[in-house]
């Protein structure tokens, strides 16, 4: 079949994935025109996380299936009005989808974005630069929850309990060599129109907040992130996560005009300890971790993985991604009762 002179591609939705082009039908299409492919985003302004919107995933695995790839994405804009403040959580998660989206292409060079994809990036880079973007600062200690499900008790029992950052600490060393400083959870990454000396609130909000997983300083001067998943999540969305994640924490921690210099006098999850690596030139790269349980992850990452990985770190950023296994039964042996330095909310 063809669009145009396109030829449409063959769908896989996730649910039924055979490793070939794994994305979902929520996606509009993805057509071929020679060496090109064409991915249309219908709902960028649904949750990155989602199938109709991690257009990160897709297109990095088009390029691990057809390594000689050029890919074009091109989107449905949604209406902004070209200015930062309080505004709906869609509109806010739209803004992150251009933030992305602008990453995306600046770190790789056989990424497009179609002509009017491309203006309505170049609005909210030009935009960016008029703004004095910077990170939201932990206003009070992390929570922990068990009803909140095991990927929130994972992340818990890794940084808050002593035989858990052992464990990490310890898969962490036989990865990189490197041993942990400092590993704590749920760090929020929101942006904000906020100067140095003002306080990120709903009025100069940039984009949505997400919150890492977990993570971590390290003795080589590395910030690490942790995409966290819980055994048989196998989202292809763990891409798109990760990669905003490490972008983010490039241009926060690296470019230092945007890290928010009101240190809280309260080391509310490692915040303290972020802030003073920053300033005194101790944090020297950053690496960003897809963290699975062991034998788990998407069909088609695992069939892809080392593709994937080649692809990733190929990017012009100066950005490291890999991969990190846990064993489910390490972290079921170790107590609930064991969690401290949160707040503390049981069923």
């Keep these: ?16 994935s055979d490793g070939s082009f794994p ?65 709906s959580n869609k509109y806010n998660t739209y803004l992150r989808f251009l933030y992305r989206a602008d990453a995306f ?6 990424v497009h974005f179609s002509e009017s994809a491309k203006a309505e990036i170049c609005r909210f880079v030009k935009c960016l630069g008029s ?21 929130h008790i994972i992340e818990n029992k890794l940084t808050h309990t002593q035989e858990g950052f052992s464990y990490l ?8 060599n490197a041993h942990l400083r400092v590993a704590q959870n749920q760090l929020p990454n929101g942006l904000f129109d906020a ?22 300083l390290d003795n080589e001067g590395v910030f690490s992130v942790f995409e966290l998943k819980e055994p048989g999540n196998n989202k292809l969305g763990i891409i798109s996560e990760l990669f905003f994640y490490a972008v983010y924490a490039q241009e926060v921690l690296i470019d ?7 240190r809280k006098r309260k080391n509310h999850r490692g915040y303290g300890e972020l802030y003073d690596a920053v300033n005194n030139d101790g944090i020297k790269s950053v690496q960003a971790f897809f963290f699975l349980a062991e034998n788990s992850g998407h069909t088609s990452i695992k069939l892809h993985k080392t ?37 503390k909310k049981w069923k």
């Design 131 to 151: 703004a004095t973007p910077t990170n939201n600062i932990p206003e009070e200690m992390a929570a922990f929850n068990e009803s909140k499900g095991p990927e």
């Design 256 to 262: 230092r005009d945007r890290l928010h210099q009101k």
């Design 195 to 216: 100067r140095l000396s003002q306080k990120p609130s709903e009025d100069n909000r940039i984009f949505t907040t997400g919150f890492y997983d977990i993570w971590s």
């Design 23 to 87: 994305y979902s039908s929520k996606v509009d299409k993805i057509m071929r025109k020679g060496n090109r492919l064409f991915i249309k985003i219908n709902n960028p302004a649904e949750n990155m996380q989602t199938d109709a919107a991690n257009f990160e995933s897709i297109a990095l695995m088009c390029r691990c299936i057809e390594p000689g790839c050029e890919v074009e994405i091109d989107f449905d804009l949604f209406g902004w009005d070209g200015r930062f403040g309080k505004k």
């Design 1 to 16: 079949m063809s669009v145009s002179g396109k030829k449409e591609m063959r769908l896989y939705p996730d649910a039924k």
């Design 169 to 176: 600490s310890k898969i962490y060393f036989k990865q990189t």
């Design 105 to 110: 292409r600046r770190a790789f060079d056989w």
């Design 307 to 343: 593709s994937l990985l080649e692809k990733l770190n190929n990017n012009r950023l100066g950005i490291r991604f890999d991969f990190l296994y846990y064993d489910p039964s390490v972290i079921d042996a170790i107590s609930t009762n064991e969690i401290e330095g949160v707040r």
